[in-house]
């Protein structure tokens, strides 16, 4: 079946260092993939997104990255502030119709 | 920067009574979906809707889910008669086109009793 899984429940980062998050994915029948950031109480927020015949893209302090060989994609965020805590989730979107297809999340905590 | 919004924040219901969540998609999107995330968990897909129509649906959507567009703002969706284990949060979408981004509204608690 088709499933998006993280390797890590949680992340603690000390501020100023960069981040990375990772992703597994299992389904091949993807036109691309996105990052978003939840916080507490709030709805998920678009951060960055990446299509599947890229494998690498980068915004504001953030890089996506895809390694479709492995299924594996990562988020990276430099000069992680306090502001960046939060849960942040991969999803995939699938090619043939509209829906996402979220991984489980990884809980980004940043100390000061 | 425009947004999707949903009203109630939060809304408690008695287990068998019928629930409007609403929304109100960005002004210039055509596509419009409900997701749900029961505390927890991660983040399940219900629904897509285009052209009046729905144009996807998951296993969860059953027939106790319905979605409408009563008019060119409103998105609502509706569960006729809840059951407890629909307590959860729903999120509401909308993307200008079918592969483009989703940006989700801030979310409605469902809390059935």
């Known amino acids: 079946g088709e499933s998006v899984g993280l390797h890590l429940p949680t992340l603690s980062v000390q501020e100023g260092d960069n981040s990375i998050i990772n992703c597994a994915y299992s389904?091949?029948?993807?036109?691309?993939f996105i990052w978003y950031k939840q916080e507490s109480g709030k709805g998920p927020q678009f951060i960055i997104d990446?299509?599947?015949?890229?494998d690498k893209r980068q915004g504001q302090r953030v890089t996506v990255l895809l390694n479709k060989t492995v299924k594996h994609l990562s988020l990276q965020i430099a000069a992680t502030q306090p502001g960046d805590s939060a849960v942040y989730f991969c999803?995939?979107?699938?090619?043939?119709?509209?829906?996402?297809?979220f991984g489980a999340g990884t809980i980004l905590r940043v100390k000061s | 920067e425009p947004e999707v919004t949903q009203t109630p924040s939060h809304q408690v219901t008695q287990m068998g009574q019928e629930v409007i969540l609403r929304c109100v998609p960005i002004?210039?999107?055509?596509?419009f979906y409900w997701y749900r995330q029961i505390l927890g968990q991660k983040v399940e897909f219900l629904v897509s809707?285009?052209?009046?129509?729905?144009?996807?649906k998951s296993e969860i959507f059953d027939d106790q889910f319905s979605v409408e567009r009563p008019d060119g703002s409103n998105f609502t969706l509706k569960i006729r008669s809840t059951k407890l284990e629909d307590s959860a949060m729903y999120f509401c979408?909308?993307?200008?086109?079918?592969?483009?981004?989703?940006?989700f509204g801030p979310g409605t608690r469902l809390t059935v009793l």
């Open positions: 979408a909308s993307s200008k086109a079918s592969a483009d981004t989703q940006y």
């Open positions: 389904n091949s029948a993807s036109d691309y």
């Open positions: 990446i299509r599947s015949n890229m």
């Open positions: 999803a995939e979107h699938m090619e043939y119709g509209n829906k996402l297809v």
């Open positions: 002004s210039n999107h055509l596509y």
């Open positions: 809707f285009y052209n009046n129509e729905i144009s996807e």
